[in-house]
């Protein structure tokens, strides 16, 4: 098991950027697929971009491609999201996940508004 704890959210104006970082107890974070999701006020949570254990392969959603990036430093057990370009509709409280072991986050509140 491992425990995962999201920082970096706040209030940003559009077209603001935001860096959020997910710090994994232990170090057993390297051995799995790590996970970006959200959830808007009243939209069903949803995956953002996932990396895999060496850092490689990565992935996105549409909504993320070119703006959103993932990545993870297993030595420090930390993983990150950093996002460019934000719009209103990013807007969601941002979790960190490990497939591994099915680990959520508490979450962090990402709020786009001028």
């Known amino acids: 098991q491992v425990q995962l704890v999201e920082s970096g959210g706040g209030l940003v104006q559009p077209g603001g950027s935001l860096r959020l970082s997910c710090a994994a107890s232990?170090?057993?974070?390297?051995?799995?697929?790590m996970d970006w999701h959200r959830q808007a006020p009243g939209k069903q949570r949803e995956l953002v971009a996932a990396?895999?254990?060496?850092?490689?392969?990565?992935m996105y959603a549409d909504s993320a491609k070119g703006r959103f990036t993932i990545s993870r430093d297993n030595a420090k057990n930390m993983v990150y999201l950093q996002m460019n370009s934000l719009k209103p509709e990013d807007t969601a409280v941002y979790y960190c996940?490990?497939?591994?072991?099915?680990?959520w986050g508490q979450g962090t509140q990402v709020t786009v508004s001028s």
């Open positions: 996940y490990a497939r591994l072991w099915g680990s």
């Open positions: 232990g170090s057993m974070m390297r051995s799995s697929t």
């Open positions: 990396i895999g254990t060496g850092g490689t392969p990565t």
